[in-house]
């Protein structure tokens, strides 16, 4: 499995340590059937296909997109002012954004807000295996789209404060959060969640990641990442258990959203300070993998 590394400057590879889009800020990464999405800059898409070189697909001008979300015939993005876009998943350059507009009506709208005063953003997107998406609103909770439900559905109280959602690749109905309560679990498509902190040194989560049977979280004392570590658990939330093999006392910042991700047996892990942690005994035992690279903004496991 390649393993990606979106920086302040390019995407670095671990496996071969290649660069690609130096100079621009990666700000989401992506897996596609046969290619990786990627977007800089929170203005401009690329898709890199395998063995072949980036091509940038669409761009922004009037708005920032913080997100992307490959699935079979399009790309979701997730951008500034809660807004939803869709761009085609052929990779054709020049593809022309265009806007969710269920999304625009989705419920609580209204009541979206940020702590700061600013507008709220789309700051994560999930597909599960069924093709269920799930978006979280910073500051407006979760919501859930389904194409036999087509309309954008609440599933979360807004003032849990969500950072990040994931959604299970192989297992129905399952999708994990990192919220300002503690780690949340549905096992139910997002009709119930359960918040769960027993274990965790400090309840302000901010990154998670899923595979298998087992889900990983960051978790930190507040928003300025005060004593920030790893955690894992079973899909119940039951007895978080904090990694520490391999892995910094505390890291330095809140390992941030995008930052954590899970395939198989493989976690990884890329904080502000330019280093990524691997392993590949689910979370037990950690090693470094990269050092010194730019800040890193996100990572990808494909």
């Known amino acids: 499995m390649a393993t990606l590394i ?49 091509s940038r697909v669409a761009g922004f001008d009037a708005t920032r997109v913080n997100c992307l979300l490959p699935r079979r015939d399009d790309v979701l993005l997730g951008t500034q002012a809660a807004q939803l876009f869709h761009i085609p998943s052929s990779g054709d350059q020049g593809a022309d954004p265009t806007i969710d507009q269920a999304f625009e009506e989705a419920p609580g709208r209204s009541d979206w807000y940020t702590p700061w005063g600013g507008p709220p ?28 439900d087509p309309v954008w559905k609440d599933t979360m109280d807004i003032n849990a404060d969500v950072h990040e959602v994931i959604a299970h690749r192989e297992t129905s109905g399952t999708a994990v959060a990192a919220t300002a309560r503690g780690l949340a679990i549905s096992r139910d498509g997002a009709e119930n969640w359960s918040f769960h902190t027993e274990g965790l040194h400090a309840r302000y989560c901010r990154a998670v990641a899923v595979a298998g ?22 899909l119940d939330g039951a007895n978080l258990e904090r990694c520490e ?43 470094t993998a990269a050092e010194g690279l730019p800040s890193i903004r996100c990572v990808g496991i494909g």
Request: aromatic share 8%; proline share 2%.
């Open 245 to 287: 093999a391999g892995l910094p006392e505390w890291f330095s910042t809140n390992v941030n959203t995008g930052c954590l991700q899970a395939a198989g047996e493989m976690v990884i892990v890329g904080d502000a300070d330019g280093t990524v942690y691997r392993s590949v005994d689910a979370g037990h035992k950690w090693v």
């Open 213 to 234: 049977d087992r889900v990983y979280v960051s978790a930190s004392r507040s928003n300025r990442g005060e004593n920030a570590a790893i955690y894992r658990t079973n």
């Open 6 to 54: 979106g920086t302040a400057d390019g995407v670095h590879s671990v496996e071969d340590q290649s660069v690609v889009l130096a100079g621009h800020r990666i700000d989401s990464l992506g897996r596609g059937d046969a290619a990786w999405w990627v977007l800089t800059d929170g203005d401009a898409v690329w898709n890199i296909p395998d063995g072949g070189t980036p």
């Open 121 to 148: 953003d789309v700051r994560s997107l999930a597909e599960d295996r069924d093709g269920a998406v799930y978006l979280n609103v910073h500051v407006g909770g979760i919501l859930r789209y389904r194409d036999d």
